[in-house]
Structure formats: structure tokens, C-alpha cells
């Protein structure tokens, strides 16, 4: 079965980074797209970023775009979030996403079958 296994997360100061990795496995993962979405305390899940198969176009929330970059190595089968210039209101548990032969479109859309177990990320001011 499909298994999405987030990594990375952890505690930073507002102006830090950290650096969140999602290893993929049970999908051939050159041939979808993947997401990133993350849910605050008592806020809705919502989408961060997504990047399409080959890695050549991306999409992001606008609150955290040329803050974050959304990247991936296919031949790990793996995705990655760099977050730099964090502030509190990322604080979140962020999970990776995916659906079989998903676009960039669909992840924006939260059309999403497979989640990780999610990893918090907490940023103090």
C-alpha cells in the first residue's frame, strides 16, 4: 500500500528554517504530482505547496510563497519543504500528500487519497 513518511520537523525561532522531507513508497513516483498542507490548532487543513512529477513547475500558498520551496528527487522518491523565515503562524502539524497520477491542479484543489502521518513544526516568537 501507498506510504507517505514525513520527517524534518521540530521546534525553531521566528527568522529560522528547518527543512521537512517525505519518503514515499507503494507508487511509482515519478508519475505524480505531491503536496504539502498543514492544520493549525482549531483552523482547517489547508494546501502549502505542491510540485508536478518531473519537478518543472510548483505551486504555493500565497502566504508562504518566497518563503518556502517545494522540492523533490525522484529517484529517492522523495519530497522535500524548505521553510526559511518562519513565523509563529506556521506553527502547524504539516503533512505530505498525494493521489495516483495527481497534478499540481488537483493538489491545490485537496483532491488528495494518500496522507503522512504528519510532523509538527513549531515556531516560537
Known amino acids: 500500500q501507498v506510504q507517505l513518511v514525513e520527517s524534518g520537523g521540530g521546534l525553531a525561532q521566528a527568522g529560522g528554517s528547518l527543512r521537512l522531507s517525505c519518503a514515499a513508497s507503494g507508487l511509482t513516483f515519478s508519475t505524480t504530482a505531491m503536496g504539502w498542507f498543514r492544520q493549525a490548532p482549531g483552523k482547517e487543513r489547508e494546501f502549502v505547496a505542491a510540485?508536478?512529477?518531473?519537478?518543472?513547475?510548483?505551486d504555493y500558498l500565497p502566504t508562504v510563497e518566497g518563503r518556502f520551496t517545494i522540492s523533490r528527487d525522484n529517484a529517492k522518491s522523495t519530497v522535500y519543504l524548505q521553510m526559511n523565515s518562519l513565523k509563529p503562524e506556521d506553527t502547524a502539524v504539516y503533512y505530505c500528500?498525494?493521489?495516483?497520477?495527481?497534478?499540481?491542479?488537483?493538489?491545490?484543489?485537496?483532491?488528495?487519497?494518500?496522507w503522512g502521518q504528519g510532523t509538527q513544526v513549531t515556531v516560537s516568537s
Open positions: 510540485i508536478s512529477r518531473g519537478g518543472s513547475s510548483s
Open positions: 500528500a498525494t493521489k495516483r497520477l495527481a497534478t499540481v491542479a488537483a493538489l491545490r484543489g485537496s483532491s488528495v487519497d494518500y
